[in-house]
């Protein structure tokens, strides 16, 4: 299989992820059970004062942060896309980045996660260096 094939399905696949954890972020506020729900509550009701923000609570901090993986991994989907049109040794370097990246978020995602977030990004990251080898040893030959 063509490393553009490949590079592509990893961006499908981190797209999925994408979809996947923007629920997560979308729903976490309404969660089941009595336990969890009081959680929550707290998160919403303690306010503080951060860094010169007042008014700030543990749950903006959470959802805040949710927002930032979203983008991040919309911005993975993008980049492994865009470099799926290349073929070159720049292409293979700057997915050797996206790579150890995306190793790094499923390192993440298996010790504060779940197996299928960590599935998701494995399964990619395994894509992308194996488009990295076909990459390199296609620009060989030529």
Do not use: D, G
């Given at each position: 299989m063509k490393p553009k094939i490949l590079l592509r399905i990893a961006a499908l696949i981190m797209l999925f992820h994408c979809v996947g954890h923007t629920v997560g972020v979308l729903t976490?506020?309404?969660p089941n059970g009595s336990i969890p729900s009081e959680v929550v509550q707290k998160m919403q009701e303690v306010q503080f004062g951060f860094m010169g923000k007042d008014g700030s609570t543990?749950?903006?901090f959470y959802s805040g942060f949710g927002y930032s993986a979203t983008i991040m991994l919309l911005f993975i989907?993008?980049?492994l896309w865009l470099l799926s049109g290349m073929s070159d040794k720049s292409a293979?370097?700057?997915l050797w980045i996206v790579a150890?990246?995306?190793i790094l978020l499923s390192a993440d995602e298996m010790i504060f996660f779940f197996p299928?977030?960590?599935t998701f990004s494995l399964v990619?990251?395994?894509l992308v260096v194996i488009s990295i080898f076909k990459i390199n040893k296609m620009t060989k030959i030529v």
């Open positions: 976490w506020q309404r543990m749950a903006n989907v993008a980049l293979a370097k700057i150890i990246a995306i299928m977030a960590v990619s990251a395994v």
